[in-house]
C-alpha cells in the first residue's frame, strides 16, 4: 500500500509542472484566430417572452421554429398523426395546465437538444481551440469539441439527451456534426419524436454583434421524408453579466389535481420572544 501511494505521489509530481506551464505558443496562435462569442445569449422565445407579465401571447408561438412556425417534414404514415395531436385542443389545455419549463417537475423536453435552442432560455459561450461550450440558465451544457476528434465507436456510443457533438471552424463559422441524441419528442405538442437516427449539422456564426446565428439541418430516415431546415436567431443579453442559477421556485409552484399552483412565499421565522 505504501509504495502504490509512493509511486502514486512522485507521479503527480513529475505531471504537476505540466497544468502549470504558460500556454503554448501554437494555443496561443489558435486562441488568436477563433471569434469572440463570450457573454450571454437569449433565444427568440426568451426574448419575447421577458415582460412584466411573464408571458409571450401570439408572438411566443411565432418566435419559435421548432413548433407553431414550422411544419416538419414528417413521413406520410406520420404526418396525419402529427397533426392530429397539434389540433387536438382538449389535450393541449390539458398539458397547459399541468406543464412546468424549468425547475422540480419540469418536462423532460426541457432538457434535449435541438429544443434547447429554441425554448426560453439563456446561454453562455466559451470558446476554446479544443471545444466550444453553451451553459444553459437550466444547467444544461452542450459539449462541441473541436480537437479534431470523431465520434465514439458504436460501441461506446449511447444515445443521450443533447447527444454527440463535434465541430470544425470554416472561418468564423463553426459547423458542429450531432448524432446519438435520445430517441424522443422534440417538441411541446407532439407524441412523435425522432429516432435515435436523426443527425443534426449546424452552422453557427455571429452576424454582428449582437447576433448568433445557428443554420440548423435536421435528417432522420425513420421519421422525416426529408431534411428540415430552421434558422434560429440568438440575441445578445446586455443587461446580463453572469450566469444566475435558479430553480424555478419549484418549491412554490405545486402540481395539484392535474394544475399547476402558485403559493405564497412563508413570512420568515421570528426569533424567539418577538413580538
Not at 414550422?70 to 404514415?77: A, T, Y
Not at 466559451?126 to 465520434?151: A, K, M, W
Not at 421519421?223 to 436567431?233: E, I, Q, S
Not at 412565499?265 to 426569533?271: H, I, R
Amino acid at each position: 500500500m505504501i509504495r502504490t501511494l509512493a509511486v502514486l505521489l512522485a507521479a503527480a509530481l513529475v505531471v504537476s509542472p505540466a497544468h502549470g506551464a504558460r500556454n503554448s505558443q501554437r494555443r496561443v496562435q489558435a486562441f488568436a484566430k477563433l471569434p469572440d462569442w463570450s457573454g450571454m445569449w437569449e433565444t427568440a422565445s426568451s426574448k419575447v417572452i421577458t415582460n412584466p407579465a411573464g408571458t409571450g401571447g401570439p408572438g411566443f408561438a411565432k418566435a419559435n421554429q421548432l413548433w407553431g412556425n414550422s411544419n416538419p417534414p414528417f413521413k406520410p404514415e406520420l404526418e396525419a398523426q402529427y397533426r392530429a395531436g397539434v389540433h387536438d385542443a382538449a389535450a393541449a389545455a390539458a398539458f397547459a395546465n399541468s406543464f412546468k419549463g424549468c425547475g422540480e417537475g419540469a418536462v423532460q423536453l426541457e432538457k434535449t437538444f435541438p429544443f434547447v435552442m429554441d425554448s426560453p432560455m439563456v446561454f453562455e459561450v466559451t470558446v476554446t481551440p479544443e471545444q466550444t461550450l453553451l451553459t444553459f440558465d437550466h444547467g444544461e451544457i452542450r459539449y462541441i469539441y473541436t480537437d479534431g476528434r470523431s465520434h465514439p465507436q458504436q460501441d461506446d456510443l449511447w444515445p443521450t439527451p443533447m447527444g454527440d457533438s463535434v465541430g470544425r471552424w470554416h472561418g468564423d463559422t463553426l459547423v458542429i456534426d450531432t448524432i446519438a441524441r435520445t430517441a424522443g419528442p422534440f417538441v411541446l405538442d407532439s407524441s412523435i419524436g425522432l429516432s435515435e437516427q436523426a443527425h443534426f449539422i449546424e452552422r453557427m456564426r455571429m452576424i454582428d454583434h449582437n447576433t448568433l446565428e445557428d443554420q440548423l439541418t435536421i435528417e432522420d430516415p425513420q421519421r422525416l421524408a426529408t431534411p428540415w431546415k430552421l434558422t434560429f436567431r440568438f440575441t445578445r443579453a446586455t443587461d446580463l453579466d453572469r450566469m444566475i442559477p435558479y430553480d424555478c421556485e419549484a418549491d412554490r409552484n405545486p402540481i395539484v389535481n392535474g394544475k399547476m399552483i402558485i403559493r405564497p412565499p412563508e413570512a420568515p421565522a421570528q426569533p424567539a420572544g418577538a413580538h
